[in-house]
């Protein structure tokens, strides 16, 4: 079965400090990515996503993420947080042996930028 | 995108008590699921909700805790049954159209079971 790992559980930065959080899965084959965000107090929302093609993909609100496939990552990134971009970043995957239906989570990041 | 809503928000329910969610996609949608968000971890899926015939149910969810109805292609329910304490959780329904697409998600329900 899938399995995605995100290093790190808590990150504290400041405002204008860049992000990168690390993602990585556990399937062998051709996968779905994606980075889902929760602000507080409001639901899971969907940042940006990779199917196939360019590896490095742009989301929403500045943020980017890069696949490697030969380290099996997919970190998410952004040059200059603000502390609206404080909130929950969860990574998720895909996989043709669930027909690509079934998202597997990762445990999730929270970001804290403070002012 | 497919916006998805959830009743009720939360909900604090004694034990033995049984709760029931219901999910409403603004569009048909040919896939629908349910996922678990307890204190602190990430979403475990729970089951996916088929059109017209039974759930699917992921490892250590059984039908007869989560009973689950799909009645059309835009709105579903999920039903925590016999509830305890350790039932208490973020439960959140999602959406999606096609596979392969993306999964959209309602705002889910927050559950205190005392």
């Known amino acids: 079965a899938q399995s995605v790992s995100q290093h790190n559980h808590h990150v504290i930065l400041s405002e204008a400090a860049s992000l990168e959080l690390g993602c990585n899965y556990s399937?062998?084959?051709?996968?779905?990515l994606f980075w889902y965000v929760q602000y507080p107090g409001q639901h899971l929302q969907l940042l940006l996503k990779?199917?196939?093609?360019?590896?490095l993909v742009k989301g929403i609100k500045g943020f980017e993420a890069e696949f490697i496939k030969s380290k099996f990552s997919f970190n998410l990134r952004k040059p200059s947080v603000q502390w609206s971009d404080t909130a929950e970043y969860f990574c998720?995957?895909?996989?043709?042996?669930?027909?690509?239906?079934?998202?597997?989570f990762g445990t999730g990041t929270r970001l804290l930028v403070s002012p | 995108s497919a916006v998805i809503s959830q009743k009720p928000s939360r909900d604090i329910c004694q034990r033995g008590t049984s709760l029931t969610i219901q999910c409403q996609v603004d569009?048909?949608?040919?896939?629908m699921f349910w996922y678990r968000q307890q204190p602190g971890q990430s979403l475990t899926l729970i089951a996916t909700?088929?059109?017209?015939?039974?759930?699917?149910?992921e490892s250590g969810f059984v039908i007869d805790k989560f009973p689950i109805s799909r009645p059309n292609l835009t709105f579903s329910t999920l039903t925590v049954s016999n509830m305890s304490p350790e039932d208490s959780s973020i439960y959140l329904c999602?959406?999606?159209?096609?596979?392969?697409?993306?999964?959209?998600f309602g705002p889910g329900t927050r559950l205190l079971v005392l």
């Open positions: 999602s959406a999606m159209r096609q596979a392969k697409e993306t999964q959209y």
């Open positions: 399937y062998g084959g051709t996968v779905n």
């Open positions: 990779y199917f196939s093609g360019d590896p």
């Open positions: 998720a995957v895909t996989a043709p042996n669930t027909g690509f239906q079934k998202l597997v």
């Open positions: 569009s048909q949608v040919t896939m």
């Open positions: 909700a088929n059109q017209g015939s039974e759930a699917t149910y």
